[in-house]
């Protein structure tokens, strides 16, 4: 398994020098890191650079840092009814272990696909954060949970149309007998 080295000055890299190798040592950090790109789904997301508030406790472990922590980020989006635009939050919570090296991941140093690994004293975080983004977001966002959304028959927003807003329903198969005009003086003559 190959990995990347870690650029220590990006926002997302967090250095874990002070806990060292020591089992049982801790430190919290309440940092404010600006939102990745394309952090979104469907109709909503995280825009790009927003500040991201975050609580994280990194514990040093035997096989390597356990990192524990809450996010909060804006959302913005539009309502999956109604098209309006909306504005949100979204706290999340996580929990990850980064392995110090594949020898420590599974018995017999195979690491599994989806283990995440320190690259020297470094961790990164945005993945970590990504994933639990993605997976909190609504598919559907609404507005507000009576939104109504839009008229099917002329795309008017029906909180905004009344209690009396309708459109003429035809039988299809009556259609084209729409234009038809039908003489009836014959009829009353006889």
Known sequence: MTQRSLD???PWVISTHDLGRRPGSMRKTTPVLPAPVDLAVGMI????DADVELDIRL??????????????APLHGECSRCLDPLTSEIEV???ELFYYSAD???PGGAGGEDDLFL????LDLEPVFRDAVVLALPLSPVCSDDCA???????????EAGPDHG???????WASLQGLVVDNEDDQEG
């Open 8 to 10: 220590p000055r990006a």
């Open 45 to 48: 997301g995280v825009p790009k």
């Open 59 to 72: 514990e040093a472990v035997m096989e390597g840092v356990l990192v524990t922590g809450t996010a909060r």
């Open 93 to 95: 919570d996580f929990q």
């Open 104 to 106: 420590d991941a599974l």
């Open 119 to 122: 690259d020297g004293e470094l």
């Open 149 to 159: 959304g839009l008229c099917t028959g002329c795309g008017v927003k029906l909180a």
């Open 167 to 173: 459109h003429e329903k035809l039988d299809p198969r």
